[in-house]
């Protein structure tokens, strides 16, 4: 086997690891059970633990929780919860989209909340999804641990004097996606439409597309503000700009592959070929080039 091939599987591995909810060492995530806890605004904390990131959001009528990480992560995000008055004050967990690493939590909190997500994500936790490609099987959830209420396009809470939108754009990361816009506070979460400086893991497999979440950033950059707090589904919190970039780099890698494969270039020669020198630090935290590259390939077989 040579390199390039042990460098393909082993980031394949980590792709599979990463969203079927084995804990792996990684640059921007750690392996000790805690969750690192940033103040966004006022009343919205975002925690990194494990997996996708969680945003809470606390008031009178309780507390919000956009996604709650993997199931191993619950003992710790319990307590986090704790510190904001406890599971009691639990009203509504968002999942953004269906990935074990966006949703284990849902088998610890789903009792003391109710769960809203977009209707394609109750649909895949009711079922057995597999993905191919990594080998990666996911059992049905049991009733507790599935969304309560599901919404087609979009809906609005109104909550501790908070406007809170939740959006689905379609078939970026998955078939499922919802962004969730907080407008007093101006902050969005934007599941895994972001991942803030390397290369997206797309689910292709599950209605996901390169080119469909380009799309899908390109309208949201339309709408949010140079001072708008975006929280990734994955990396640091960050800003317009720092979206703006994952957007240029969707958007460049993309036409890149295109080119090539519109010159006959096989996904392995192109692999082999590379991209341009600009996007090397994409790299840096999850994906390889080669493995990017062959997601890009399938989302422009697909279209
Ligand atoms: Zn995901």
């Known amino acids: ?92 967990i968002i999942n953004t989209h269906w990935h074990g690493d966006h949703t ?26 597999e993905i191919k490609l990594f080998k990666m099987v996911s059992e049905p959830y049991p009733e507790k641990a599935l969304p309560d209420v599901t919404y087609a396009k979009s809906m609005t809470l109104h909550m501790n004097d908070e406007e809170i939108k939740i959006v689905h754009y379609a078939n970026g990361h998955t078939d499922g996606d919802s962004i969730v816009f907080f407008k007093k506070a101006n902050v969005v979460h934007m599941g895994d439409h972001h991942f ?3 290369f997206p893991f797309i689910d292709i497999e599950h209605g996901g597309n390169v080119l469909n979440m380009a799309k899908n950033v390109k309208d949201i950059l339309a709408i949010i503000s140079d001072t708008t707090k975006v929280i990734p589904g994955h990396g640091p919190l960050s800003s317009k700009s720092d979206l703006q970039d994952f957007y240029n ?10 080119a090539m494969k519109k010159q006959g270039l096989t996904l392995e020669q192109i692999q082999s070929k590379g991209l341009s020198k600009q996007w090397d630090s994409w790299t840096d935290g999850f994906l390889s080039t080669e493995t990017w590259i062959e997601i890009v390939y399938n989302s422009l077989k697909s279209q």
């Not at 919205?44 to 709650?68: E, R």
Request: hydrophobic letters at 40%; charged letters at 20%; proline letters at 2%.
């Open 1 to 92: 086997m040579d390199l390039k091939k042990a460098s393909i599987i082993c980031a394949l591995f980590f792709v599979s690891s990463f969203i079927a909810g084995h804990s792996i060492a990684e640059k921007h995530h750690s392996d000790t059970p805690s969750f690192k806890s940033t103040k966004v605004s006022k009343n919205i904390w975002m925690l990194q633990g494990k997996g996708g990131n969680v945003a809470i959001m606390t008031g009178a009528q309780g507390l919000l929780m956009v996604d709650d990480d993997y199931k191993e992560m619950s003992p710790a995000l319990i307590e986090e919860v704790r510190h904001f008055g406890g599971l009691d004050k639990l009203t509504y």
């Open 249 to 258: 780099m969707l958007i460049g890698t993309s036409s890149e592959v295109e």
């Open 104 to 129: 284990g939590g849902n088998f610890a909190l789903g009792s003391h909340a109710q769960i809203i997500a977009h209707d394609n994500v109750r649909t895949r936790l009711l079922n057995t999804q």
């Open 196 to 198: 803030s400086g390397f």
